[in-house]
């Protein structure tokens, strides 16, 4: 069937040349400095008959050569054989790819080496946000949650690209998505990643691990909400309600199955929970918890979809059941005493807030209980995969920014600021910097949706829930301790939304920019404004603390 594509082919987007390069082993070895996918494009003279082969590796072993141990049965090998033409023949592979900052190059025969080039390769989505500080290791942190994202769009929004495996985890998404909307137009990929899930559903309504379904659990874990998500960020973001439409009975039969592996309305089954905790704090979050509180997230999200396609009576259905289901939680793992949740981990009460299934009246001392945990954890994340973006948005949420900025940029294990010290170019996978031959991935992106901290928080920048192709958003930005500007753009569909600050010792100016067809809520230090179509210069002068005057022009 003659069909269009449905998503941005994959196209050489980028090309570095080695920062440095050294013999080791029988080989030369190329630094590119940066962790990337993509392929060498290799340019040599020599002899018909003479060899070139290429090995492909993140890092470096002890000695100085290519450490290959993470890439398990992968061989990330290329290997070409010379016409030996009297003009120099230039290679690259055409059905592979790799994911590297370091090659080694060994020669066969007579053969000369003339020029070594990567090229990036991935799928060629556009790149739609911006930001920036005053802080350069925040800086340098958005560079690689956006190179890593990018690393990891082949067609399918895979976990890795180096390794045998390259696989499009459901677990990983639901925190990713939040990133990959700041950075990218995904209005593309995300209805083709949704009929991926749907192409790999049983009859029953269990949906799979991965998407295209190839691996992991079928049912898949319950923390797999992204299959929701992404139709009604389709809505919310672009304007498209067909996902939602082709694929509400889909969605309806997944989330069924949810509700049919409930006793009282807890689920009772996890296979991940909150995935790749650091294990030096002891016990991760409580995995059924993990699993209840998803069930509850699908609801939610299920209750927006069935207003989107108009199912009225699906509304009214779901809303039931998430009242349920949020009341189980309450009942069984709500301390009201010690405002906290299950075992206490920043994860159960992240999530417990930013769901809104927390007490109103008790959500300040809850996200208290945060911020003292992360203090006690000496400025760390104790969470995995699924809880650490809730925790970033807490923090921003209830004033605790500068604990955000302060567990980025710590350099001390495990978190993103000891990646950096160690020499991380990309996210990783895992919290440790040694490598093994089991989950070792130097370029993984579920743990890179700090980002989104820097959209919605340092710059302020939110799409409402209830919008219709952002429509309808709110600029509410914080200001972390010693920060002194903040430069953040989101291209929409409907234009760029711009949100700068800029603060000395006697004024914060914001520059808002708003394009026509959307309508801003402006909330910052105690003032709030609508904003419409226009350019505004909002000037907070420091009168006396904490009062603060607003001229606007």
């Known amino acids: 069937i003659l069909a269009p594509e449905r998503i941005d082919p994959i196209r050489v987007c980028g090309?570095?040349?080695?920062?440095?390069?050294?013999?080791?082993?029988?080989?030369?070895?190329?630094?590119?400095?940066a962790n990337i996918a993509g392929r060498l494009s290799v340019t040599v003279c020599g002899e018909r008959g003479a060899e070139i082969t290429f090995v492909h590796a993140e890092r470096l072993t002890a000695d100085g050569d290519?450490?290959?141990?993470?890439?398990?049965?992968?061989?990330?090998?290329?290997?070409?054989?010379?016409?030996?033409?009297?003009?120099?023949?230039?290679?690259?592979?055409r059905f592979t790819y790799h994911g590297f900052q370091f090659a080694k190059i060994i020669t066969?025969?007579?053969?000369?080496?003339?020029?070594?080039?990567?090229?990036r390769l991935h799928s060629d989505v556009d790149l739609i946000g911006e930001f920036s500080c005053s802080d350069e290791k925040l800086n340098y942190l958005h560079e690689i949650a956006v190179r890593t994202e990018q690393n990891n769009q082949f067609g399918v929004l895979?976990?890795?690209?180096?390794?045998?495996?390259?696989?499009?985890?459901?677990n990983d998404l639901g925190a990713?998505?939040?990133?990959?909307?700041?950075?990218?137009?995904?209005?593309?990929?995300?209805?083709?990643?949704?009929?991926?899930?749907?192409?790999?559903?049983l009859p029953g309504g269990e949906i799979g691990d991965t998407a295209p379904y190839y691996v992991g659990g079928r049912p898949a874990d319950p923390v797999s909400v992204a299959y929701l998500l992404m139709p009604y960020y389709?809505?919310?973001?672009?304007?498209?309600?067909?996902?939602?439409?082709?694929?509400?009975?889909?969605?309806?039969?997944w989330v069924d199955y949810l509700l049919s592996r409930t006793e009282n309305?807890?689920?009772t089954y996890s296979y991940y929970g909150d995935w790749v905790f650091p294990t030096c704090f002891g016990k991760s979050a409580d995995k059924l918890f993990v699993s209840t509180i998803s069930l509850y997230w699908h609801l939610l999200v299920m209750i927006k979809i069935a207003k989107i396609v108009g199912e009225k009576s699906d509304e009214k259905y779901y809303a039931e059941r998430s009242e349920e289901v949020k009341n189980a939680i309450n009942a069984k793992y709500y301390d009201p005493a010690k405002k906290s949740y299950a075992c206490g981990a920043q994860t159960e009460n992240s999530m417990s807030l930013t769901l809104n299934v927390a007490p109103e009246r008790d959500r300040a001392a809850i996200a208290e209980n945060v911020a003292k945990d992360v203090i006690a954890k000496n400025y760390h994340s104790t969470c995995g995969n699924v809880g650490y973006r809730h925790l970033f948005y807490v923090l921003g949420e209830f004033g605790y920014q500068d604990l955000a900025v302060k567990i980025l940029e710590n350099p001390e294990y495990p978190g993103w600021g000891y990646m950096v010290a160690n020499g991380a170019t990309s996210v990783w996978e895992r919290w440790e910097s040694e490598m093994s031959d089991e989950m070792d991935s130097f370029n993984h992106p579920m743990f890179g949706s700090y980002d989104t901290f820097f959209y919605a928080f340092l710059g302020g920048i939110t799409v409402d829930d209830d919008a219709f192709a952002c429509d309808k958003i709110t600029i509410a930005p914080v200001k972390p301790s010693g920060m002194t500007c903040v430069n953040c753009s989101l291209n929409t569909i409907r234009g760029k939304v711009v949100s700068n600050w800029k603060e000395d010792e006697e004024t914060t100016v914001y520059h808002v920019e708003i394009p026509f067809g959307i309508t801003a809520r402006f909330k910052a230090e105690g003032v709030e404004?609508?904003?419409t179509h226009g350019v505004y210069n909002l000037s907070l002068i420091h009168i006396s603390e904490p009062t603060r005057q607003a001229e606007i022009s």
């Open 529 to 531: 404004k609508t904003l």
């Open 15 to 33: 090309r570095l040349t080695p920062v440095a390069f050294h013999k080791a082993n029988g080989g030369v070895i190329y630094d590119f400095g």
């Open 108 to 119: 066969k025969g007579n053969v000369t080496v003339k020029s070594v080039v990567a090229e």
């Open 66 to 93: 290519v450490n290959t141990l993470n890439l398990r049965s992968a061989r990330a090998t290329d290997r070409y054989v010379l016409k030996g033409e009297k003009t120099c023949e230039t290679y690259s592979p």
């Open 158 to 170: 895979t976990d890795c690209p180096q390794r045998d495996e390259r696989f499009g985890w459901l």
């Open 176 to 201: 990713r998505l939040y990133q990959t909307v700041y950075n990218f137009d995904m209005s593309r990929f995300f209805p083709k990643v949704v009929a991926d899930i749907s192409d790999g559903q």
């Open 265 to 267: 309305g807890i689920v």
């Open 234 to 253: 389709s809505y919310v973001y672009y304007g498209d309600d067909s996902v939602a439409k082709r694929e509400y009975s889909n969605l309806k039969r």
